[in-house]
């Protein structure tokens, strides 16, 4: 069963077409720090079985810079943007995840770049970033990257060019405060009761990212 979509352009068609239309459409997924993409593997079992392609790009989060894996990640859009059975990529990134996403797409924006949807994403950093960053940082440099002081890498970061992308945020996030998740520019913003963890794994998160996906506004 596929989830409904708000898209005009989706809604007269049966569900064997929509599958077909999606299945023209990639979805990169990019988890947060210290996770793999074991995080993100429920997210890309729902999207492939409503019809879509995944890459579940999975990166050594701890290690090396933000910018660093933003550049791994744009080399990866650009492998994949020339691939004649895809019209559109989007982006579904997670945390951290979502740092890395706008820091690639700012080094190389794909000319077929669909939507993005960012879960819980500390677009003006993370408070607890900022207080474990000096305990970590010799083996973690990209936990002071994401704190929210107003100099570090993410506040330093340009605000996403020409990109539809909306957020979703955790209600019961210890790690990002809900005001740091909004970004100016996003289309559209949501709350989903979850931990900041387990967001990836939320259903009612995996359809609003369908939802996004489809028609570029989350579910009332």
Same mark, same amino acid.
């Given at each position: 069963?596929? +989830? ?7 809604? /007269? ?15 990169? &997924? ?7 993409? $074991? ?7 729902? &999207?492939?079985?409503?019809? +879509?392609?995944?890459? #579940? ?8 810079? =933000? ?6 990640? %744009? ?8 691939? #004649?059975? =895809? ?6 990134? /997670? ?17 077929? $770049?669909?939507? =993005? ?5 500390? #677009? ?6 900022? =207080?474990?960053? !000096? ?5 973690? !440099? @990209? ?5 929210? /002081? ?28 809900? @005001?740091? %998740? /909004? &970004? *100016?520019?996003?289309? *559209? +913003? ?18 609003? %990212?369908?939802?996004? $996906? ?7």
């Amino acid at each position: 069963m596929f +989830f409904a979509s708000d898209n005009p352009e989706l809604k /007269h068609l049966s569900i064997a077409d929509r599958e077909s239309a999606r299945g023209r459409e990639l979805v990169v &997924l990019v988890h947060g720090l210290s996770a793999k993409r $074991l995080v993100m593997w429920p997210l890309a079992r729902y &999207l492939v079985r409503v019809g +879509f392609q995944v890459n #579940n790009w999975g990166y050594r989060s701890t290690t090396r810079s =933000i910018d660093w894996h933003a550049s791994k990640l %744009t080399a990866i859009l650009r492998d994949v943007e020339f691939r #004649n059975d =895809i019209e559109r990529i989007h982006v579904v990134a /997670h945390s951290m995840g979502c740092i890395v996403s706008r820091a690639a797409i700012e080094k190389g924006r794909p000319s077929r $770049l669909g939507r =993005i949807v960012m879960l819980a994403p500390p #677009n003006h950093g993370s408070h607890a970033a900022r =207080i474990i960053a !000096p305990a970590v940082n010799w083996f973690c !440099p @990209t936990m002071k990257e994401l704190g929210d /002081h107003p100099d570090s890498y993410v506040n330093s970061l340009p605000l996403p060019d020409r990109c539809e992308f909306g957020v979703i945020a955790a209600s019961l996030d210890r790690v990002i405060r809900q @005001t740091s %998740t /909004h &970004l *100016d520019g996003e289309a *559209d +913003f949501t709350v989903v009761f979850s931990m900041h963890g387990v967001l990836p794994w939320h259903r009612k998160a995996q359809k609003q %990212t369908v939802s996004f $996906l489809e028609s570029g506004r989350f579910v009332a």
